[in-house]
């Protein structure tokens, strides 16, 4: 894990979840691996909180949904339906480029 050149500091966390889960099928580690590399990953306040709360997690995705509680704004999901609904192509976007944001939107 040390290896995959990846960190994650407080800064985009669903960037961090998408990559590290890509670099997790790509080398074939599960759950209880990426929790345990966890560290390996971590900087900063991102460390000190997984420090704090490590004992909470069973599950790499119980510690996927409580980094989203930690450093995702409050309403984000809420916020990001509601831009995915008012998302319109502009007069000089082409289509791909359109259909990539409305995909990247929805993918989070």
Same mark, same amino acid.
């Given at each position: 894990i040390r290896k995959w050149?990846?960190?994650f500091d407080g800064k985009d966390? %669903?960037?961090? !979840?998408?990559?590290?889960?890509?670099?997790?099928?790509?080398y074939g580690y599960d759950g209880s691996c990426l929790l345990t590399g %966890?560290?390996? !990953?971590?900087r900063g306040d991102a460390l000190l909180w997984y420090r704090n709360c490590q004992g909470s997690w069973n599950?790499?995705?119980?510690f996927c949904e409580d980094l989203k509680d930690q450093y995702l704004p409050r309403g984000y999901q809420?916020?990001?339906r509601r831009e995915i609904q008012?998302?319109?192509q502009q007069s000089n976007e082409t289509f791909r480029k359109y259909a990539t944001t409305v995909l990247?939107?929805?993918?989070r």
């Amino acid at each position: 894990i040390r290896k995959w050149g990846l960190h994650f500091d407080g800064k985009d966390p %669903l960037s961090f !979840l998408e990559r590290v889960e890509k670099f997790s099928t790509a080398y074939g580690y599960d759950g209880s691996c990426l929790l345990t590399g %966890l560290p390996e !990953l971590l900087r900063g306040d991102a460390l000190l909180w997984y420090r704090n709360c490590q004992g909470s997690w069973n599950t790499w995705e119980q510690f996927c949904e409580d980094l989203k509680d930690q450093y995702l704004p409050r309403g984000y999901q809420r916020q990001l339906r509601r831009e995915i609904q008012h998302q319109k192509q502009q007069s000089n976007e082409t289509f791909r480029k359109y259909a990539t944001t409305v995909l990247t939107m929805m993918r989070r």
